[in-house]
């Protein structure tokens, strides 16, 4: 258990429909984050969000919208995805400007098939 | 730019052999190390780091140095279980502060 729980652990949805992936730390971090981990791929950082405020996004297709509405949350918002977005996605946490500020700690993820 | 190489995988091993995982990383400056660890249908697990050179991180009988002079940070085990099957990543902080990782080495230990 590190603190950091996604919802639903996993999820079949269709090219047309809108799900949401959920994240929450219980870490009391400021700083998250979402990774795609696709089969034979290194992980891919889709986005990070420090104190709210998202400071980077890496050439993420709009079909992927994240949402971050306070430090303990997150939230990636999926519609019109393509079966090349099937993965899994992680969430991860990490206090920055503390001591332990480049640690990352993560979710257990979500696994998404796109049919 | 900033990249970490691993040795290719599955690395495949009888029970109580001892491990070896090559990581090389291309960074400026002095990053922090870090080995991670998935666990089938898991999300990835802090297994151990090292801040700075010559640093050895430590966790559940696995070691690994922070070797500056060749950029490296081999993870190791004496003697692997049959339960620490699984994917290992290395990565470092990058100049941006964000993790930069390897494509991961699958283990397989065999009873």
């Known amino acids: 258990e590190t603190g950091v729980t996604q919802t639903p652990r996993h999820l079949v949805m269709g090219m047309t429909n809108k799900k949401s992936l959920k994240c929450e730390q219980h870490?009391?971090?400021?700083?998250m984050y979402w990774y795609k981990q696709s089969a034979k791929k290194p992980l891919e950082l889709m986005f990070v969000?420090?104190?709210?405020?998202?400071?980077e996004n890496n050439s993420v297709p709009s079909r992927f919208s994240p949402e971050c509405p306070n430090s303990s949350h997150l939230f990636l918002h999926l519609h019109t995805l393509q079966p090349e977005d099937s993965a899994l996605y992680l969430c991860?946490?990490?206090?920055?400007?503390?001591?332990?500020?480049?640690?990352?700690?993560f979710g257990p993820g979500t696994r998404l098939l796109v049919l | 730019g900033n990249s970490v190489t691993q040795m290719e995988g599955p690395v495949t091993l009888s029970e109580e052999a001892f491990l070896t995982i090559n990581c090389t990383y291309t960074?400026?400056?002095?990053?922090?190390l870090f080995w991670y660890v998935q666990y089938p249908g898991e999300g990835l697990q802090l297994l151990l780091k090292?801040?700075?050179?010559?640093d050895k991180g430590s966790n559940k009988g696995f070691e690994a140095t922070y070797r500056k002079e060749t950029t490296s940070f081999h993870l190791e085990k004496g003697s692997v279980q049959v339960s620490d099957s699984a994917v290992y990543f290395c990565?470092?902080?990058?100049?941006?502060?964000?993790?930069?990782f390897g494509q991961g080495t699958t283990l397989q230990v065999k009873p």
């Open positions: 870490l009391g971090h400021n700083a």
């Open positions: 090292a801040t700075k050179a010559d």
């Open positions: 990565a470092f902080s990058g100049n941006t502060g964000k993790l930069i």
């Open positions: 969000y420090n104190f709210k405020e998202q400071t």
């Open positions: 991860a946490s990490s206090q920055e400007g503390g001591g332990d500020q480049e640690t990352q700690y």
């Open positions: 960074a400026t400056g002095y990053p922090s």
